[in-house]
């Protein structure tokens, strides 16, 4: 932090630990004030939902009562009518559980929590109510009440004192990405180093722009944020999902011409360099986007049955130089209504998506299966070993393993970081076992107990504020809260804490053994199954001719991308250069670029690009790290020298722009595609 800063913040770590920390104080007074059976559960919940944004801590908060009120309705729903048959409520609720856990990582976004909470809520109520089914009404409305009244607090207390708006985060973060896009823009239009040279830059810009996508999520529940500047960086995230792919086509398009190409038109060439210069530009200083799309226009030869692959290429390139003109001008008008509070409707857009910028996430739905699975199987073996040996703490044990499988499935080693989560489990009964038999008895007023929890759980919302200590945090902040049982009156017994902190363990140990089996398969099979996944997309793409939205298919295809950036060492040299290049995410957008061009094409011309796009489409599904068939190629020229030919003007050049992305895409290294006359310009 530089020192110029405002206090709040260079400080800001700090400032959330305190008011995290009187948020939980201010639950747990107005908990007991009201008599609630378990007021320390209004303590924990402010930990659990507290954000350093207040927009993702209102998003959290809203469906982590959304959940509760779930779970507390299901719990309702079965412990009373199955509490006569133990085994029964165990399997259960744990099948519930699993179920919960599966359409929670199916969803992935912020609402997946509300399917989150409403599966391990089960288990936390249900469980330790087997003793006394008959109050389990009141002991679920009581639960309720409790998460509500944290829940609360800690949702005030963010959006009243400091608050922190996610807006400022997520527009800090566009315009670094939009800064980082225009230098490597101008890097590969004037072809400084190399394409290997520039692939750290383009993988960061993928990872990026997946992480702002996560982070707006939470934009909708910010109650700080002007709507204008929320649907205004929405626009300006969907021409970001476009603008990647548009670069990596230009720096693919460049290398197919080559220099020699480039020193005899140096036209072309001065082009480049103008474009360079304009995109860097600063607002005041840069020309009108008419006259550059002028100039681009001015370059454009005629496409006919003599087109050799020299000049294919070159209406391919000023096409996509158009599409980054288009972006680039659409994120400048955007950020200056953004600034001036204007209504984006009145803003002049030349991108316009087709489908509405409906976000895209990627799903995999088999290792969603296994994690509920595995979330299923820990907690039926606590249970056979609560019921079997008849302990009487022993209902903590599949609580925490509900809870632990639930919390960590969506990473790629969750065994591990259930591992961690055990170990910060054992510090705080530590922690909470020298409250409990050292510190608490000797307190007699709330104030005395809150000056003594303040220097412990400040530390916990320090910790929780800085993404680096985040879940080392909340382990802490939350299991001490849980274990420590604030209540109105005294009573802890030394033995009955032993045996509910061993129990707690072994939940934990158990979750991670079970997982460790259920999804011991790592991030080299998960980073394949991305692979893999992206080449059944296209597939799809190319079976229904392409009948999709570019930026909903560069929405998934991009944050399946970003999920594969963070696993690309696991990848075999091939993949690696798919993902450094984006190769997958342009031949699927060339696909759908086919579309517009399908319907003014020849019958003739039409036909011949579906046989190639069913043999695609099969060579996709068939995908197995060696490369595409040479039958495929065939196919892809048989198709170019049909379009070529096609008497339709703007259909045919939209054809083979398409076209030759997919050739370039799938067949980058191949000789160049030779026209009708045999001429041939190396690729």
């Not at 679920?140 to 005030?156: D, H, K, N, P, Q």
């Not at 995109?279 to 454009?300: F, H, L, W, Y």
């Amino acid at each position: 932090m530089r020192a110029g800063e405002p206090f709040l913040v260079r400080h800001a770590d700090l400032v959330f630990a305190l008011k995290t920390f009187a948020a939980s104080m201010l639950a747990l007074v107005i908990a007991l004030a009201m008599d609630l059976p378990r007021p320390y559960w209004a303590m924990a919940t402010v930990y659990i939902t507290s954000q350093p944004l207040a927009g993702a801590t209102s998003s959290k908060a809203f469906f982590r009562v959304l959940g509760t009120l779930a779970g507390a309705t299901m719990t309702v729903a079965l412990v009373p009518n199955l509490i006569n048959a133990p085994e029964l409520l165990c399997l259960a609720i744990a099948l519930w559980v699993g179920l919960c856990l599966y359409l929670s990582l199916l969803d992935g976004t912020p609402r997946s929590y509300v399917f989150m909470l409403a599966g391990y809520t089960v288990a936390l109520i249900g469980f330790p109510a087997v003793s006394e089914p008959g109050a389990i009404f009141d002991t679920a409305v009581s639960r309720v009440e409790e998460i509500s009244l944290g829940i609360i607090c800690a949702s005030l207390v963010s959006t009243i004192i400091f608050p922190r708006s996610v807006a400022p985060a997520v527009a800090s973060r566009v315009d670094l990405w939009l800064a980082d896009a225009r230098r490597l823009s101008q890097a590969v239009l004037l072809r400084e180093g190399t394409s290997e040279s520039r692939r750290p830059r383009r993988l960061k810009l993928a990872t990026d722009i997946v992480e702002i996508g996560t982070l707006s999520t939470h934009l909708a529940y910010d109650r700080l944020t002007d709507r204008n500047a929320v649907n205004g960086l929405g626009e300006i995230r969907l021409r970001m999902l476009m603008l990647l792919p548009v670069i990596a086509s230009l720096e693919d398009r460049l290398a197919a011409l080559g220099e020699e190409a480039l020193r005899r038109r140096p036209e072309l060439k001065r082009l480049l360099e103008d474009l360079a210069q304009w995109i860097t530009s600063d607002v005041g200083a840069r020309q009108p986007a008419e006259r550059i799309r002028a100039a681009i226009a001015e370059q454009q030869a005629v496409l006919d049955d003599s087109a050799d692959w020299e000049r294919i290429i070159t209406t391919s390139l000023l096409s996509r130089l158009r599409e980054l003109v288009d972006l680039s001008r659409d994120c400048r008008v955007l950020t200056e209504a953004i600034a001036d509070n204007r209504h984006i409707s009145t803003v002049d857009l030349a991108f316009h998506s087709e489908a509405g910028a409906r976000s895209v996430r990627h799903r995999d739905r088999g290792l969603a299966l296994w994690s509920a699975a595995g979330a299923a199987t820990a907690i039926l073996i606590c249970c056979v070993f609560w019921i079997g040996t008849g302990w009487p703490d022993g209902a903590s044990a599949p609580m925490m393993a509900a809870v632990a499988c639930s919390f960590f499935a969506a990473q790629d080693e969750p065994a591990r970081f259930i591992r961690s989560f055990g170990r910060w489990s054992l510090v705080a009964i530590v922690v909470v076992a020298i409250y409990l038999f050292a510190v608490v008895p000797a307190i007699s007023h709330l104030e005395v107990l809150i000056v003594a929890l303040a220097p412990t759980f400040l530390l916990y919302g320090f910790l929780i504020g800085r993404p680096a200590t985040a879940g080392t945090g909340m382990a802490l902040a939350a299991n001490t809260a849980t274990l420590l049982a604030i209540q109105s009156t005294y009573s802890a017994d030394f033995a009955s804490y032993a045996n509910s902190a061993v129990a707690f363990f072994v939940g934990v140990v158990v979750a991670e053994l079970v997982t460790r089996i259920a999804r011991g398969v790592g991030a080299e099979w998960i980073a394949n199954r991305l692979v893999l996944s992206s080449w059944k997309t296209i597939a799809v793409a190319a079976e229904r001719r392409g009948k999709r939205d570019r930026a909903e298919f560069a929405g998934l295809m991009l944050h399946r991308l970003g999920l594969l950036v963070q696993r690309i060492a696991y990848l075999s040299e091939s993949d690696r250069r798919d993902t450094d290049s984006l190769v997958q995410l342009r031949i699927g957008i060339n696909i759908i670029d086919l579309r517009r061009a399908r319907y003014g094409l020849a019958a003739s011309t039409i036909a011949v690009i579906d046989d190639m796009l069913d043999q695609l489409a099969v060579a996709c599904r068939s995908y197995a790290g060696e490369g595409m068939p040479a039958a495929l190629l065939t196919s892809v020229d048989r198709a170019l020298a049909r379009a070529v030919k096609d008497p339709n003007d703007n259909a045919r050049e939209d054809a083979l722009i398409g076209l030759v992305g997919i050739r370039r895409g799938l067949f980058p290294d191949a000789p160049a595609y030779r026209s009708r006359a045999g001429e041939s310009v190396a690729a």
